[in-house]
């Protein structure tokens, strides 16, 4: 079966230095890669999570994917069209919805509730017999009562908003949703009812859906997959259940031990990392992980891994994944 | 709950500066709009038998070196000091707005070409600028006009392009790209209405600006041709003969006084409505 989304290879470049300061600088040093080589595949229908510390290019992937920021390198295929080869990103945008960080300020900050989930009808010239019930329906859906049509962003809770942003990008019956960290900035008992608002309407209407998170805890409620990326690659991906119980490696064994766990009665192995996360610009040679590595060896400085199948399922960028079950929780 | 009392009108009239203010400018409006049917004579005329008269209840503001009614030719004043005003505004505003949103949206080397542009512009002595132009072109309310859109158009720009960056990063923005917006979408929908609020409150603030260079042009002598009733003329009647009649000088000056307080108080109000976090800590 043909993935819906496939990435193969994709580099994103930034700018490091501009203007004259740049013609001082090395080539090689004016730009930084904030995705190195990312290759990824999210079949019709599943739910992919993708975790990360901040600066990993958890959020680059998903702009690289609608095209608001340009590729360097790779190929980007979603149902069959490639993203990489100038597509009419205002057809791909109608199929493919966003959800941004902030709730309230990815909102427009002049418009109406109402104005703003019915934006997508106006952007795509698609015309509504009756607004009214349109606005009211897609609100309803998403969980808010028609008392909010003719509020403005700033008189939303982070919730309130959170459903808009929600609403408005379901309102195309879009095939693919990327969803910026949908539980940014809402205390828990909202995160909990927006991401059951998100099973639900992913239940309804068959979505494919790209989550960036690096709330953890969410993971086993939404994901059928995690990939786990570090410095602009991916260093593993696999079935959400393998993933937090048997990693394969060690930056995600890490990274989920990192996580607070609710139960305070359970009991764990805490594994600390060494050092910072590099900065992209001053990427280690070989493994980018092995000056942190619990687990290094003398060659991981010298080879760089590939993502290959791992032997517990999913695949891993690791020459020494981990084999043996962490120590039993 | 009273809606009217969330519209910005409502809002404004909750405040007494803002009142006070209002009060002024209607007050300014409403005279230089019926000048002619409030006048009690021909801001023109001359009666030499009535030179230099007292203020009495014939002439409310006494008469001056020409035996011309003060009060009158300050109603008329007063419709050439908002005509400059409000032309001048409207286009250094306009001339701001495009280039301001064209530096913010273009490129790095245009948005630096611009705001060395705007900054040299600036930094010229606006009075300098009047003298010199008005060396060059004929006497006249365009010239007026044309020194208050070169001197203050800059400004306009330079809150446009701040206001055009902030926002064209934000979050909102790529909100609506990533939906797929067009370019004229963005602008007009989502950014024009956002940069307006701070682009009118300077409008407001700027209006008394104005009418003071087109006074003190008038005043020196570079304004409005000789006989025309502006408010700078009067004061400069007045002040060459403030030993003898200090009456018309102090009368000159009352209605500029009225008309900086007043727009300068309704900008401070409309901006303390419009965008709080302007508001100068007093």
Same mark, same amino acid.
């Given at each position: 079966?043909?993935?819906?989304?496939?990435?193969? #290879?994709?580099?994103?470049?930034?700018?490091?230095?501009?203007?004259?300061?740049?013609?001082?600088?090395?080539?090689?040093?004016?730009?930084?890669?904030?995705?190195?080589?990312?290759?990824?595949?999210?079949?019709?229908?599943?739910?992919? %999570?993708?975790?990360?510390?901040?600066?990993?290019?958890?959020?680059?992937?998903?702009?690289?994917?609608?095209?608001?920021?340009?590729?360097?390198?790779?190929?980007?295929?979603?149902?069959?069209?490639?993203?990489?080869?100038?597509? #009419?990103?205002?057809?791909?945008?109608?199929?493919?919805?966003?959800?941004?960080?902030?709730?309230?300020?990815?909102?427009?900050?002049?418009?109406?509730?109402?104005?703003?989930?019915?934006?997508?009808?106006?952007?795509?010239?698609?015309?509504?017999?009756?607004?009214?019930?349109?606005?009211?329906?897609?609100?309803?859906?998403?969980?808010?009562?028609?008392?909010?049509?003719?509020?403005?962003?700033?008189?939303?809770?982070?919730?309130?908003?959170?459903?808009?942003?929600?609403?408005?990008?379901?309102?195309?019956?879009?095939?693919?949703?990327?969803? #910026?960290?949908?539980?940014?900035?809402? #205390?828990?008992?909202?995160?909990?009812?927006?991401?059951?608002?998100?099973?639900?309407?992913?239940?309804?209407?068959?979505?494919?859906?790209?989550?960036?998170?690096?709330?953890?805890?969410?993971?086993?409620?939404?994901?059928?997959?995690?990939?786990?990326?570090?410095?602009?690659?991916?260093?593993?991906?696999?079935?959400?259940?393998?993933?937090?119980?048997?990693?394969?490696? @060690?930056?995600?064994?890490?990274?989920?031990?990192?996580?607070?766990?609710?139960?305070?009665?359970?009991?764990?192995?805490?594994?600390?990392?060494?050092?910072?996360? @590099?900065?992209?610009? %001053?990427?280690?040679?070989?493994?980018?992980?092995?000056?942190?590595?619990?687990?290094?060896?003398?060659?991981?400085?010298?080879?760089?891994?590939?993502?290959?199948?791992?032997?517990?399922?999913?695949?891993?960028?690791?020459?020494?994944?981990?084999?043996?079950?962490?120590?039993?929780? | 709950?009273?809606?009217?009392?969330? /519209?910005?009108?409502?809002?404004?009239?909750?405040?007494?500066?803002?009142?006070?203010?209002?009060?002024?400018?209607?007050?300014?409006?409403?005279?230089?709009?019926?000048?002619?049917?409030?006048?009690?004579?021909?801001?023109?005329?001359?009666?030499?038998?009535?030179?230099?008269?007292?203020?009495?209840?014939?002439?409310?503001?006494?008469?001056?070196?020409?035996?011309?009614? /003060?009060?009158?030719?300050?109603?008329?004043?007063?419709?050439?000091?908002?005509?400059?005003?409000?032309?001048?505004?409207?286009?250094?505003?306009?001339?701001?707005?495009?280039?301001?949103?064209?530096?913010?949206?273009?490129?790095?080397?245009?948005?630096?070409?611009?705001?060395?542009?705007?900054?040299?512009?600036?930094?010229?002595?606006?009075?300098?600028?009047?003298?010199?132009?008005?060396?060059?072109?004929?006497?006249?309310?365009?010239?007026?006009?044309?020194?208050?859109?070169?001197?203050?158009?800059?400004?306009?720009?330079?809150?446009?392009?701040?206001?055009?960056?902030?926002?064209?990063?934000?979050?909102?923005?790529?909100?609506?790209?990533?939906?797929?917006?067009?370019?004229?979408?963005?602008?007009?929908?989502?950014?024009?209405?956002?940069?307006?609020?701070?682009?009118?409150?300077?409008?407001?603030?700027?209006?008394?600006?104005?009418?003071?260079?087109?006074?003190?042009?008038?005043?020196?002598?570079?304004?409005?041709?000789?006989?025309?009733?502006?408010?700078?003329?009067?004061?400069?009647?007045?002040?060459?003969?403030?030993?003898?009649?200090?009456?018309?000088?102090?009368?000159?000056?009352?209605?500029?006084?009225?008309?900086?307080?007043?727009?300068?108080?309704?900008?401070?109000?409309?901006?303390?409505?419009?965008?709080?976090?302007?508001?100068?800590?007093?």
């Amino acid at each position: 079966m043909t993935p819906l989304l496939s990435l193969r #290879d994709v580099v994103v470049e930034f700018p490091a230095v501009g203007g004259l300061k740049a013609l001082l600088t090395p080539p090689e040093k004016r730009r930084v890669r904030a995705l190195d080589g990312v290759s990824l595949e999210v079949t019709a229908g599943e739910t992919l %999570a993708i975790v990360g510390e901040s600066g990993s290019g958890k959020t680059t992937l998903a702009r690289a994917i609608n095209g608001l920021v340009p590729l360097a390198g790779g190929q980007v295929t979603f149902d069959g069209t490639p993203l990489h080869e100038s597509p #009419d990103w205002h057809a791909i945008r109608r199929r493919v919805a966003m959800m941004f960080q902030d709730p309230v300020g990815s909102l427009s900050p002049r418009k109406t509730v109402r104005d703003l989930v019915l934006e997508p009808f106006a952007i795509h010239g698609l015309p509504l017999k009756d607004r009214q019930a349109k606005a009211v329906q897609l609100l309803e859906d998403a969980g808010l009562g028609p008392d909010f049509l003719n509020r403005y962003p700033h008189q939303l809770s982070g919730g309130q908003a959170r459903r808009v942003g929600v609403a408005r990008a379901l309102a195309l019956t879009p095939t693919l949703v990327l969803a #910026d960290e949908p539980t940014a900035g809402l #205390d828990v008992s909202v995160q909990g009812e927006i991401l059951n608002l998100m099973n639900r309407i992913k239940a309804d209407h068959g979505l494919t859906t790209l989550i960036i998170t690096h709330n953890l805890n969410i993971l086993r409620h939404i994901a059928d997959r995690i990939a786990v990326m570090y410095l602009g690659r991916i260093v593993e991906v696999g079935p959400v259940e393998r993933l937090l119980t048997a990693p394969a490696h @060690p930056y995600t064994r890490a990274l989920m031990a990192a996580n607070p766990e609710p139960d305070p009665t359970a009991r764990r192995e805490r594994i600390v990392l060494k050092g910072e996360t @590099p900065a992209l610009n %001053a990427r280690p040679p070989g493994c980018e992980f092995h000056p942190r590595c619990p687990v290094a060896r003398p060659d991981c400085a010298t080879r760089i891994p590939r993502l290959e199948p791992a032997t517990t399922g999913g695949q891993v960028a690791c020459h020494y994944p981990l084999t043996q079950e962490p120590a039993p929780a | 709950m009273n809606a009217f009392r969330h /519209t910005l009108l409502g809002r404004l009239l909750a405040d007494p500066l803002a009142v006070f203010a209002l009060a002024i400018v209607t007050l300014l409006v409403v005279s230089a709009i019926f000048a002619d049917v409030i006048a009690p004579h021909d801001p023109t005329a001359m009666n030499l038998v009535d030179r230099f008269a007292t203020p009495s209840t014939t002439y409310w503001m006494g008469t001056d070196n020409l035996g011309r009614d /003060t009060f009158s030719r300050l109603l008329q004043g007063g419709r050439i000091a908002l005509y400059v005003a409000l032309t001048a505004v409207t286009i250094s505003g306009l001339i701001g707005l495009i280039l301001g949103m064209l530096a913010g949206f273009g490129p790095r080397w245009l948005d630096n070409a611009l705001l060395f542009f705007f900054d040299t512009l600036r930094a010229y002595p606006t009075i300098i600028l009047a003298l010199a132009l008005a060396a060059l072109m004929p006497r006249g309310l365009g010239t007026v006009i044309i020194v208050v859109v070169i001197t203050s158009f800059a400004e306009y720009g330079r809150v446009v392009r701040t206001q055009t960056l902030s926002l064209k990063n934000s979050e909102f923005i790529l909100a609506e790209r990533a939906m797929g917006a067009s370019f004229a979408r963005i602008v007009f929908h989502h950014i024009l209405p956002n940069v307006l609020g701070p682009f009118f409150i300077l409008a407001a603030m700027n209006l008394p600006v104005v009418i003071t260079i087109e006074a003190g042009m008038s005043f020196l002598g570079i304004g409005v041709p000789p006989g025309t009733p502006s408010w700078g003329a009067t004061l400069k009647d007045g002040f060459d003969y403030i030993r003898t009649t200090p009456w018309i000088l102090l009368s000159g000056g009352l209605p500029l006084i009225l008309a900086t307080v007043g727009f300068t108080f309704l900008g401070e109000a409309l901006r303390d409505q419009l965008d709080p976090r302007l508001r100068k800590t007093r």
